[in-house]
């Protein structure tokens, strides 16, 4: 298998994920062109966008985990675009919400922003995505250098927000949103275990120092 | 000064349609056009139970009617919130299949002479069944127009002889989690519980509800009685009724008592006093099927300030809200 081989199998894993990315907005541009969104249309705009942010950023999450259980070293060369996605997916959201609910009634986005506990928080979470788009060029990595890894733990933070905006907003049957809180959960807990265990003093036989640190 | 030039494709004043014949056309046309509808569209897009529904006969027209469009047959009877089944707006219209109808008696007891357990056919008989069409507004902020077919609550309980001490009604829905598989989890504290003033009972928009569109209700929408109270929100207007008590206490309702700081006793509809979560300023009528459809502004009493704002004078509405 030659080095030219390697590259054309990433390319070709890439573009699957990409066009496989696009499968739930086309599936809602085609409920929207079908009128196939139920009584209530917007509603279901606005539900299905962000619950594909929360799945997008619970993938991302998963990418470190995955690598150091499996040792696959591909998911990571993918994070970057399903990062991309989730901040994709969270502008749809916003759009539905300040253009088709609201129809930019901007003096009512900024009331619910400020008064709203939720929207808040969501808003938050969305605004906190920005640096890390805005940040993910190959140009901002090099420039950033150690920076850029920290900052890009900020994603963590945006989990969490995403899910506390999705638990606040539910009447009363909350388990959709608690399966996500377990999921996140899980996959922070991880990480905090992978860093005392870093930190404890070193065993004797520390396999785990064997495998590459990862921040992600 | 106002004059204004008759353009040639203007419509001569003897053409233009009155108001009135306008609108009795167009809700006959409404009317029709949805009946046909129910009748047309394949089961499979509306639920199997609602097609078991069988038409009334003599329904009169009842009183405070609107213009407003009515919300479509299939919107109003697969988007419901009634958690007895499930909680998505989904749920009622898919399980609510289980629910058996009949025979269906209603307990009555408290505070009235003629207490007992009543069987439907008898609080029907000689109970004259109107067409009430009664906007719809949800909690959530959406609302319908739904064309009811139902009868005068304060009718109904005068005959039970309330005495003096009748100070609330309080109605409870069907305990079955056999029937109704959303109570096997506790979501809400079950059974459900409603209640009204006595005097919020006697209002004559109160109805108690036995059909929708003409026909009977579908199990989703509260079969086979359901209270309707339209100046409140939905969660008000309860469903699948199995007793009717008069208390002198007011009764602890079911929302009230999940969370207390967002659910009042009161609960009517008032687009200043804001659910703590969100504006109850405006609501998304259901029906348009536009995803442009703009969101229209909700109205005091849900626009029945005339027939209710007196029961209220005097009340600080943000404290009983």
Not at chain 1, 167 to 181: G, N, T
Not at chain 2, 62 to 85: A, H, I, M, R, S
Not at chain 2, 134 to 147: G, K, L, N, T
Not at chain 2, 221 to 235: D, I, T
């Amino acid at each position: 298998m030659g080095r030219v081989d390697k590259l054309m199998t990433l390319r070709t894993l890439k573009i699957s994920v990409f066009v496989l990315c696009l499968v739930p907005l086309s599936i809602l541009l085609w409920d929207i062109y079908t009128a196939n969104l139920g009584a209530n249309p917007v509603e279901a705009l606005l539900h299905r966008t962000g619950s594909w942010t929360l799945r997008f950023l619970v993938i991302v999450l998963a990418v470190t985990p995955i690598k150091r259980v499996s040792g696959w070293t591909w998911p990571l060369r993918l994070r970057r675009m399903l990062g991309l996605f989730a901040f994709f997916y969270a502008c749809l959201h916003f759009l539905v919400y300040t253009l088709l609910d609201l129809q930019l009634d901007w003096s009512h986005v900024g009331a619910d922003i400020v008064k709203r506990p939720y929207i808040t928080v969501g808003f938050t979470a969305l605004v906190l995505l920005l640096p890390l788009a805005v940040t993910s060029t190959n140009k901002m990595m090099r420039r950033l250098g150690r920076r850029w890894k920290k900052l890009h733990r900020l994603v963590y933070l945006i989990a969490v927000l995403g899910v506390v905006h999705f638990y606040w907003l539910v009447k009363a049957d909350v388990r959709e949103p608690l399966i996500y809180a377990g999921i996140v959960s899980a996959l922070l807990g991880f990480r905090l275990l992978h860093y005392l265990r870093g930190r404890a003093p070193a065993p004797r036989l520390a396999t785990n120092k064997s495998l590459p640190t990862d921040g992600g | 000064m106002l004059i204004r030039k008759r353009n040639p494709s203007d419509p001569k004043p003897s053409e233009i349609t009155d108001r009135k014949s306008f609108h009795e056309r167009r809700r006959f046309l409404q009317m029709s056009s949805v009946a046909a509808g129910a009748m047309l569209v394949p089961g499979w897009l509306v639920s199997e139970k609602a097609h078991a529904a069988t038409k009334f006969q003599d329904v009169k027209p009842g009183p405070f009617g609107t213009d407003e469009k009515l919300t479509p047959y299939k919107d109003v009877t697969t988007y419901n919130n009634f958690y007895e089944f499930g909680t998505s707006k989904s749920d009622p219209s898919r399980y609510a299949g289980s629910l058996k109808t009949q025979p269906w008696s209603v307990v009555v007891e408290g505070e009235v002479a003629k207490p007992g357990r009543y069987q439907l056919e008898d609080l029907l008989k000689g109970r004259g069944l109107q067409d009430r069409i009664y906007r719809h507004r949800c909690v959530e902020a959406w609302s319908m127009v739904i064309p009811w077919v139902g009868f005068s609550l304060a009718d109904l309980l005068k005959r039970f002889e309330p005495t003096s001490k009748a100070k609330y009604v309080e109605f409870t829905t069907l305990y079955n989690p056999k029937q109704m598989p959303g109570q096997r989890r506790a979501v809400l504290p079950w059974p459900y519980v409603e209640a009204l003033r006595i005097d919020e009972a006697m209002n004559p928009l109160a109805i108690l509800a036995v059909g929708l569109y003409g026909e009977t209700l579908p199990n989703q929408n509260g079969a086979p009685l359901r209270l309707v109270v339209p100046w409140k929100y939905g969660f008000k207007s309860i469903k699948s009724i199995v007793k009717i008590r008069l208390t002198e206490q007011q009764p602890r309702t079911t929302w009230d008592a999940a969370a207390p700081n967002e659910y009042g006793f009161y609960a009517n509809v008032n687009p200043h006093v804001d659910h703590p979560r969100w504006s109850q300023a405006s609501e998304r009528r259901i029906g348009s099927g536009s995803i442009f459809a703009p969101r229209i502004k909700t109205r005091m009493f849900n626009g029945y300030e005339k027939e209710v704002a007196q029961l209220y004078a005097g009340m600080d509405l943000r404290k009983n809200f």
